[in-house]
């Protein structure tokens, strides 16, 4: 009944009515309700076995025991279906031209020929009054079929013979078309089924795509980095070393040819050929913390003497070599990243490293890993924090090269694409990790939690014992862990399911009903009338609520009427005015253009004037430093002390506690959640090489303010760069032990000149501030030689909160912080920075602070944002900085985001 769906109501059955039921339906019906239900049967008939049992002995059975819930019920799913199969008839036999004897003719082909009191009782309780019948229609439906049975023991009346016959044949007719529409239904399951098929194969390969996907994102090969073919020059993987005269030596150990590492070994027969060294002098060193690097060499005439040669060495800082760690005692990859995750005592020679274990006939498997994934502290390796997933390799001994020194190095330059990847953390460790970050402090802080209740909050729910949880299911169910883990989220989702679920005989009618969604909606409507009966107090109440309601809402109706149209009329005045404005801010946008073309070239001639007028002015204020010099009010210099109260103090053991407190502190000088984390790092790393910066744009101050609470406790300087310039003044900053100096309003024309005078003391992090990020193209480029810039207004989304500072939290270094670690770091040439319209000393400076960055900070940060667009800016070299975006081989990509802010900071440029 696709169509003509019919839901019965409730109706009860009597003793008569069961046993007539009963009567009709054959033992193999009920035996293959036994079966599909044996654990009910089990109940009703403990000790039988159901597949045992003769169609007779389940026919037996339902009889005594057919007062049984469990036979109950399947007498009314077997009544429903029966009237349904009726109806559906009686509906073919009326659509065939047959209308009041459709149901009579039916019935006689049923068992309801010898109950037809049943029928009418059952069909009567439909909540559809269209198939109810009436007294009259009872005795008529009664007579038509006394009438046909008749018809059929005796042809006495030829009329109604015929209109028998003619009956049965209609009759013949509906069954045929039946038979037609049911093998139509056959083949379009048939075809639902073939397309299921399809669908189930298309989500394997779906299913199988994304997986090769996820593969190829851990593809290492870069083949960017390659070598460029120099018959003349070599490349080989060295060892650096100390010769006897204490000189810097790099021993041989591979060549690289025919993009793979060759054991090098020294031909004897050979020796006072050149090329055949095993020994290469070198001066610069590219990473201190790794022995073994990838350097190019050649030979060269030496322009002092030309009877001898030289060799020419510089490292080949792009190359990588991935040494090969074996374990022989480690049976599986498994096992080998339970090992790494224990930490293994081994002091690595590479910054890539594949960790390896020997399989047979000299294979292996391995996993790859790099300095981002690992924690290497005294010498002791484990996965960093934010590791979830390595690639896993299989290799052979012909890829693996032993040097002479007795380490082992992959042979080729790239692992590849790997093989699989294997979870270094379970999916449910992951998803509590995730969990615990989310808890973001901005989100507590609004809610008057402390910071530290906050970071407790995190520490607890750190600690949750899944692991426990799932190895207690694993256990009790025999399963495996991943069914387990699975087990527990089904658990979790579907709990409430399970909650009061009943006593056994309400569970073997709920799995009956199952079965029939009709007696689903039968069930519904019994509770539906007993709570329509028990509560008609008030639902009367309920009703006349409702009739209140509806008439004010029809009060209501004509002053929405009268509403609309007031809105209408007034939806038409501001059309109206909306086409002025437009009209109006056209005018005003080509004014505008007109404007900024006239300021654009009128700039380029304005800066010239000014840098001439500075120059001017600084001769001026050189003549005058004697006379100025006992001037000294002692107001244009502050210095402001730290907090001592322990309780409110953060003691920084390392960059990250130091960055982390700058952050929440960032936050509240109104720094975007989505930068903050970046700038701490940023002005860290400034801080750590005393790289003086200026601050462009709003909220300056308050950065410098909440980078001098995080960091040395509030101990810092303020110098106010106004009226005369005094030497006095800055001779005495440090005096007092502060090396943070805020520096306001330099850019004047008295203090401008005096900026190398100003930040002399290298021992001071120099941070100045402007509030127009549009006025500083209009100073002298050579500005940027002392001071790097920083725009915040790319990075501030709101004004600053400005607390009460005893109540604010504050930082400072521990003793044990190595502040020199790594202060002797050389400068690492940037490709991009060094493609800049810049000079090269201000590039020199942007590479040494990027660097530092990366060392203190290895998250991913913009360099954009906070490196090439400042400088870019700052000194006009915008149309520089655009064609190396361009460029997609340069690698800077900009979000649609960033995008937008771009087009605002640079309106007044044009781009």
Known sequence: MSNNQITPPSYKLNDEDKEFILEQIEGDQFKEYFKRYEKYFLEMKKGFRVKSLTDSQALEIAKENINHSFIVTFLYIALSAEVEDIIENVIRLQKAGLEKKALAITLVNSYFINNVDLYIKVVNSYPNKKYHINEFEEAELKSTIDFIKSDFKSKGNLDNSSTFEDLTEKLSIANQELTKQRQEQKELKELLD????????????????????????????????????????????????????????????????????????KDMDNIDDIQNTDVIYYKDDPNDTSLYGVWKWHVEINQNDETKKIILSSPAKDIIPIEVISFPSVVNIDELIENIKKGINYKPNSSKIIFAIKIKDGKYQGVLCNDKILDINNDTITFAKDCYFVPAYEFTDEDVIDIKTGLSFYRHLFAGKPQSIHNVKSDVDIVKEVVTNSLSWSYCQS????????????????????????????????????????????????????????????????????????????????????????????????????????????????????????????????????????????????????????????????????????????????????????????????????????????????????????????????????????????????????????????????????????????????????????????????????????????????????????????????????????????????????????????????????????KESFGYFADSFQFDTKANTSIEENTIIYKLGINQLIKNKLSYLLKTLKEIYPNQIDEFLFFYLPISYATNSINELKTIVSDNSNGISISTELNKKLKYFLRDMNK
């Open 194 to 265: 073939n397309k299921e098929k399809e669908i189930n194969e298309y989500k394997k390969k779906q299913d199988f795509l994304k997986e090769e996907n996820n593969i190829k994102s851990f593809d290492d090969t870069n083949l960017s980095v390659l070598p460029k073919v120099n018959e003349d020059e070599t490349i080989s993987l060295c060892f650096k070393s100390i010769s006897r005269n204490d000189t810097k030596i790099l021993i041989r150990c591979a060549d690289f040819i025919d993009n793979q590492f060759h054991f090098f070994q």
């Open 447 to 806: 809610r008057n939690i402390l910071r530290k209740d906050w970071k407790n909050i995190k520490e607890f729910t750190s600690l949750i014992p899944t692991v426990d949880i799932i190895n207690k299911i694993e256990k009790t169910c025999f399963c495996s862990k991943e069914k387990a883990e699975a087990l527990l989220d089904d658990y979790i989702k579907n709990a409430w399911k399970y909650i009061d679920i009943g006593g056994l005989e309400d569970e073997i009618i709920t799995s009956a009903i199952a079965t029939r969604p009709e007696l689903q909606e039968q069930f519904k409507d019994l509770l539906y009338v007993d709570w329509k009966a028990n509560n008609q107090t008030l639902l009367q109440n309920a009703q006349i609520k409702i009739d209140e309601i509806n008439k004010e809402i029809n009060a209501n109706n004509d002053l929405l009427i009268k509403s609309q149209n007031d809105l209408n009329k007034i939806k038409k005045e501001k059309d109206e005015i909306m086409k002025f404005l437009s009209d109006k801010q056209k005018l005003a946008d080509d004014v505008n253009n007109l404007v900024s073309d006239k300021l654009k070239k009128a700039r380029e001639n304005v800066v010239d004037f000014i840098s001439n007028l500075t120059l001017f002015n600084s001769t001026t204020s050189n003549n005058t430093k004697s006379v100025t010099k006992e001037i000294a009010p002692i107001q244009q210099y502050n210095v402001y002390d730290s907090i001592n109260n322990p309780n409110k103090l953060n003691c920084h053991k390392s960059w990250n506690d130091a960055i982390e407190t700058l952050a929440i502190e960032l936050l509240n000088a109104g720094v975007s959640e989505q930068y903050n984390n970046s700038l701490a790092a940023f002005l860290c790393a400034a801080y750590y090489i005393k790289q003086p910066i200026i601050l462009i744009g709003p909220n300056a101050i308050d950065i410098v303010k909440a980078f001098s609470k995080s960091i040395v406790a509030n101990k810092h300087g303020v110098l106010c760069c106004d009226g005369e310039y005094s030497s006095n003044i800055i001779e005495n900053i440090g005096n007092n032990g502060e090396n943070i100096v805020l520096i306001n309003n330099i850019i004047t024309n008295k203090w401008i000149t005096r900026i190398p005078e100003i930040i002399f003391n290298q021992d001071i992090f120099y941070v100045a501030t402007h509030p127009y990020s549009e006025n500083i193209q209009f100073e002298p480029k050579s500005l940027y030689n002392f001071m790097l810039p920083l725009f915040t207004e790319l990075f501030v989304d709101k004004a600053p909160k400005h607390k009460d500072l005893n």
